[in-house]
C-alpha cells in the first residue's frame, strides 16, 4: 500500500504544481469567451464552473480509467506508475492545452485546431478520424452498461432492452441543447462515481491488501506475457487513465460553456487528475482481485461487480455499479455530439435549426447501429472493435500532441513539455500497430525498430521544422 499511496498523493500534489506551470505557459487573460460572444442557445451556452467540471469528468470518465485500469493492472505495478506519469505529464497536460486552445480560437472542434498548426492535409484527415473515432466511441460504450444494467433488473429487461434505452438517450443528449439533458442529469451521474471512487478507496484501506511494490520490480505479472509486452500494450490498454485524444475531442464542448479562461486548469487539468486517481483505485483493486482469485477473470465487468459487491454491500455495490455505468453513458452521448459539431464545423452547417441537426445525425449514428450490431452477433466482435478503438484514441492524442507542440514553438513557448510525450506516444502507437495482432503482427524486435524509427523521423523533421522557423524561412 505504500506505493499506491504515494502515487495517490503525487497525482494530488501534480495538480497544484506541474498545472500550475502549465497555467503560466499558457497564459489565461480577461476575454471573453466564446459562451458569451457566440451564445446559440444550443451548444454555446454559459454554465457554472462547477457543472462544467463534473460535465468535462463525466465526459472523459469513460470505460477506460475503469476496464482499462483493471485489464492495465496484469501488468503490475508498472500500471500505477503509467497512470500516475502519464496522467499529470501528458494526459493532463494534453488535455488542458487542448481545451484552452478551442476557448481561445472560438470553440473550434479538435480537427480544426490540429489543421491550424499541422497544416490542411492534416486537418481533413483528422476530421474523417476522428468522427470515425467519435461513433466508435459510441458504440463500444452502449454493451457494457447495458449489461450492468440488466444484472440489476428484472429478467424482461435484459441487455438488448437496456441497449435500445441508452441508445434513445444518446439521440435526445447530442440533438438537445447542452442545458436541457447533460447539464441537469450529468451532476446526479458524478455523485454516482464519485461515491464509487471514494467508496473503494476507503475500502482499500480498510482491507489493506498486500499490494505489489515498487521495489518487487517492474516484472511483467500478465498471464500472456511473451504475447502481450508492457511496452506498447499496457500503454494502449489503460488509454483513458493517462492519456487518450478522445479527452481532446471533449474539450471543445466545454470551451463553449466557460465564461473565464482562468477557469481552464481545474476544469481540464483537473478532470484529468481526478480520472487518473479513479484508474488508479482501480487498478489497486483489480490487483487484489487479482491476487486472490487469479488473473484468468478478463471480463471487467465481473470483476467490478465482484469488487463492488464484496466490498461495500449489496446497496453501496448498486451504487458504485451506477457510478460505473453513468462513466461510459455520460461519455457515448458526448461522442456523438462531438461528432455532430465537428461534421458541422466542416460543413459550416449552423446547428440552433434542429432540421440541420437532424441532417447530421441520422447518417451517424445509422453507421453506430451498424458497427454495434456487429458487436452482438459476432462473438469477438465487441473486443476486436474496442481494440480498434484504443489504437485510434492513442493515435489521436499523438497528432494533438503535435498540434500543442507547434503551437507553443511558434508563440515561444516552452514546447518541450509536449515534445516528450508526442515522441513518446508516436513510438507506443507506432509499435503496437506493428506488434497487435489486430494489425501487423510483427515480431517483437521488428516492431521496436520500427517504433524507433518513427520516433527518429518525428524528432529530425521537427527541428528541421524549427531551424527554418527561427530563421524566417516558415512564417507563422
Avoid at 505529464?89 to 478551442?102: I, P, Q, R, T
Avoid at 461534421?343 to 435549426?353: C, I, N, R, T
Amino acid at each position: 500500500m505504500i506505493t499506491f499511496t504515494l502515487c495517490l498523493l503525487a497525482l494530488i500534489v501534480g495538480y497544484f504544481t506541474y498545472g500550475r506551470l502549465m497555467e503560466r505557459i499558457f497564459g489565461p487573460d480577461d476575454r471573453k469567451t466564446p459562451a458569451l460572444t457566440k451564445a446559440d442557445g444550443v451548444d454555446y451556452i454559459p454554465l457554472p464552473t462547477w457543472k462544467i467540471f463534473m460535465i468535462q469528468f463525466l465526459n472523459i470518465a469513460g470505460l477506460g480509467p475503469i476496464f482499462g485500469a483493471i485489464m492495465g493492472a496484469k501488468f503490475g505495478i508498472s500500471s500505477y506508475l503509467w497512470i500516475v506519469l502519464g496522467s499529470i505529464f501528458a494526459g493532463a497536460v494534453h488535455d488542458y492545452f487542448a481545451g484552452m486552445l478551442s476557448l481561445r480560437y472560438g470553440g473550434e472542434s479538435l480537427p480544426e485546431i490540429i489543421g491550424r498548426y499541422l497544416g490542411l492535409t492534416t486537418k481533413q484527415i483528422m476530421r474523417g478520424f476522428t468522427v470515425l473515432l467519435m461513433i466508435l466511441v459510441g458504440a463500444v460504450f452502449v454493451a457494457g452498461p447495458a449489461g450492468l444494467l440488466a444484472k440489476l433488473t428484472p429478467e424482461s429487461l435484459d441487455t438488448t432492452f437496456w441497449i435500445i434505452v441508452v441508445f434513445i438517450y444518446y439521440i435526445l443528449a447530442t440533438l438537445l441543447p447542452v442545458d436541457k439533458i447533460i447539464g441537469k442529469i450529468y451532476p446526479i451521474f458524478a455523485i454516482a462515481l464519485l461515491f464509487m471512487a471514494v467508496g473503494i478507496l476507503v475500502m482499500l484501506y480498510v482491507n489493506h491488501p498486500a499490494l505489489p511494490e515498487l521495489w518487487d520490480g517492474l516484472q511483467n505479472t500478465n498471464p500472456e506475457a511473451d504475447k502481450l509486452p508492457i511496452f506498447p500494450i499496457m500503454f494502449v490498454s489503460i488509454a483513458c487513465g493517462a492519456i487518450s485524444g478522445f479527452h481532446a475531442t471533449q474539450s471543445p464542448l466545454m470551451a463553449r460553456c466557460m465564461t473565464s479562461e482562468h477557469h481552464g486548469r481545474p476544469i481540464f487539468y483537473g478532470a484529468m487528475i481526478t480520472e487518473g486517481i479513479v484508474a488508479l483505485i482501480w487498478a489497486a483493486a483489480a490487483t487484489y482481485f487479482f491476487h486472490e482469485n487469479g488473473m484468468e477473470e478478463d471480463n471487467a465487468s465481473v470483476i467490478v461487480d465482484s469488487i463492488t459487491k464484496g466490498w461495500l454491500g449489496t446497496v453501496g455495490g448498486i451504487l458504485a455499479i451506477l457510478g460505473v455505468i453513468a462513466a461510459p453513458i455520460t461519455s457515448g452521448d458526448t461522442a456523438f455530439r462531438s461528432a455532430r459539431l465537428i461534421v458541422a464545423d466542416f460543413l459550416g452547417l449552423e446547428q440552433k435549426s434542429m432540421r440541420r441537426r437532424l441532417y447530421i445525425c441520422i447518417p451517424m449514428f445509422a453507421v453506430a447501429i451498424g458497427l454495434l450490431l456487429y458487436s452482438l452477433q459476432d462473438a469477438n466482435g465487441f473486443n476486436m472493435i474496442w481494440r480498434y478503438f484504443a489504437w485510434a484514441n492513442q493515435t489521436l492524442a499523438v497528432f494533438t500532441l503535435w498540434a500543442i507542440t507547434v503551437y507553443l514553438a511558434v508563440s515561444k513557448k516552452t514546447y518541450w513539455i509536449t515534445l516528450i510525450p508526442a515522441l513518446f506516444m508516436t513510438c507506443v502507437c507506432s509499435t503496437y500497430i506493428c506488434i497487435a495482432p489486430e494489425g501487423l503482427g510483427l515480431s517483437h524486435m521488428l516492431s521496436y525498430y520500427i517504433g524507433i524509427g518513427c520516433v527518429v523521423i518525428a524528432i529530425v523533421w521537427f527541428f528541421v521544422w524549427l531551424g527554418r522557423q527561427k530563421s524566417g524561412k516558415l512564417s507563422e
